[in-house]
């Protein structure tokens, strides 16, 4: 592992109350999340994130927090929480919490104080407006289900801005005690012992709000505040920051215009995450590598995290409308599939039809793409979606353990589950669960526990660079590489069903006894590079060389 683990982290992300339940409320929570270290590790997890831990009243999924300086009562309690970092650095796995900080709940004290006076000392913690806001119906992340960004407080006798839900309103980070505040917090976490944290809607965060500017300056000043301040406490500290904005916009985010990383060490990649999902949908991959062309340079130890599903919708926000609607034509054609007019609901196994080929192809494809990968909490098995719950609750079921009652996630009656689990269908406890899968050798489980040796044992692709190999290539073929001090990858990905023949032999300069590491099937060895055969559908990842000075 590199001074920067997290160039070669594997991130796996979950919600402790639908992930393992140890005491039979119908809950999940940290005792069971610790019963199930031992998996995780021998998945090859590096990084654990949680979503939120705090305690909420829970009308936006544990994101409008009224104490940041707590767990949520239903998943135990401090000393539970001490314990499950314990044990999981005791097996080598780091923790990172969300940070929600853009917002509180409205039933926070803070709040609750604020709204009851003008003299509160902590009125001036939210941002308020005597008169109606012009822009008081702009700039909503939820459409559709939200309808205003100012709501008007009678007991305040004011209106108050909230980006997200109006049982939300956003702390006003321009105002220096909020800023301490947002120290003191990350302090707490850090000295408990979490790894860093993914902060949530970094861009609202920064935002300069003021009434009737719906488009507000950024002050990224204030992330080389928290950078400094995070990594005194602890040097190996990592930010993770979920900013979903244009590109030109990015790299202002990882550093200054001097070229210095000193802001947010990670980024999710919005950009290649609806660019993989367009690939996939048209089976040609063209607009991976405009992706790659097109990503900004970073400075010095910034990286980018990859996904295919995260715990929101697919956000296809950053297509085109008519590159939205062939996505949506092919993973999401039945409208209670998408949400908020830029995504899809779903989980990837039944986006793509089941089809264990193409499933293994496109997380073949983000792992061997350049950045750290994330992975969502029962991918691994292949989990699907319910759709009749409401909007992001889809993907937000029980982890499905076994074939016992409630999936082995808890002893409860269904009724008293925090979700119910998926029980009909092909995808229900009782064809896709982890014990099931355990028990066979060529299940998806075993597949991802094998791929992600294989990327532990190449480096280049977390820390190095990773290019587009510019020869001609067959239909649906992408070949790209992976540089780095170690060596040298060579992946192909065929994302048609033809299969196809691919020539680089002009790589074949560069090798040194290149082999096939990890393979959709048994193929001809590599020989000189001029005849790999690749199925419809296949994967080749190819070390080409390897360093010994690294």
Known sequence: MS??????AVVYCLDIDTYADSDGDGVGDIRGLIGRLDYLARLGVTCLWLHPIHPSPNDDDGYDVTD???????????GDFAELLHQANNRGIRVIIDLVVNHTSDQHPWFVSARSSPDSPYRDWYVWSEQEPADRHQGMVFPGEQHETWTYDRTAKAWYYHRFYKFQPDLN????????EIKKIMSFWIQLGVAGFRMDAVPFIIERTEPGDPSPELDFEFLTELRQHVQWRRGDAVLLAEANVEPDNLPAFF???????????????????????????????EPVIEALRDTPALPQGGQWATFLRNHDEIDLSRLTAEQRNEVYEQFGPE???????????RRLAPMLGNDRRRVELAYSLQFSLRGTPVLRYGEEIGMGEDLSLDGREAIRTPMQWSNQPNAGFSTAEPEKLVRPVIDKGEFGYEKVNVTLQRRDRTSLLAWFERMIRTLREAPEIGCGSTTHIDVPMPPGVLAHRADGPTGT?????????????????QLQPEADLPIDVLADRNYDDVGKLDKLQLSGHGYRWIRLCRSWSH
């Open 335 to 345: 409208e209670h599939m998408r949400i908020y007019d830029r995504g899809i609901r």
């Open 173 to 180: 980070t321009m105002n220096p005690a909020v800023r301490a």
């Open 489 to 505: 990858m060579v992946f192909l990905h065929n994302l048609g069903t033809t299969d196809a023949e691919v020539d680089l032999s």
């Open 68 to 78: 940041f300086y707590n767990v949520d009562p239903r998943f135990g309690t401090l």
């Open 255 to 285: 550093g200054d215009r001097g070229g210095s990383a000193n802001r947010v060490h990670m980024l999710f990649d919005f950009m290649l995450n609806g660019r993989l999902m367009l690939a996939l949908a048209r089976q040609d991959p």
């Open 3 to 8: 001074d920067r683990w997290y160039s070669e």
